[in-house]
């Protein structure tokens, strides 16, 4: 078995836990993709449970890119990495304990890129911080921070082959997206909502 291919399958099999799905179901016992926007993702569990449970799912939906990494270059070698990457966001997206209706892959991309490339992902969590403190859409920042990604990696590296996989993985992230975009089109997006005054937590 190739390097690349022992790469793809450790990143799938580690990508397709769907963490945020089964955090849910423990703090409810209900199915996220009936609740909220439907997505099994981080950010509709803050939006449904709550903050720590949102960051609880946040967490664990990037360690499991990060790990993916990390165990495919234990097992396989460097050049397994970027096909991990790449397994992780689609397991993560296409999960087949989901029937294939996964989350949008945003956070998992991140934990496997701040392993292979930590300064091209630093860059690309500035865009995306910077677009949702200007417009509050975490869907926009979102995308345009995956965007980002494999411009800053064609500058600072690591290499050809990461760049690809990010622009590859970018394409993925916008379509799942779609819907979002669509709702910003009819003014029903909804944005992140600003801390009131005088009061402590995150707003939801």
Known sequence: MTAALSGILVGA????????????????????????????????????DGMAWGAAALALDAGKGAVAVLVAARLAGEAACVPAALG??????????????GGKGVATAA??????APAATGAAFFVF???????????????????????????VGPGRRATIAAAAIGLVIAWRHRGNFARMRAGTEPRLRRRAPGRGGASR
């Open 129 to 155: 911080a910077l677009v949702v403190a200007v417009t509050r859409f975490v869907s926009l920042g979102s995308v345009l921070g995956a965007a980002a990604l494999p411009i800053a990696l064609s500058l």
């Open 13 to 48: 099999a580690i990508g397709s836990i769907p963490f945020a799905w089964l955090l849910h179901r423990i703090a409810t016992g209900r199915d996220l993709r009936g609740e909220g926007s439907g997505n099994p993702g981080a950010t509709n569990v803050e939006r449904v």
């Open 88 to 101: 992780a966001v689609f397991g993560h997206v296409f999960t087949p304990w989901l029937s294939g209706r």
């Open 111 to 116: 934990g496997a890129y701040a392993i292979l």
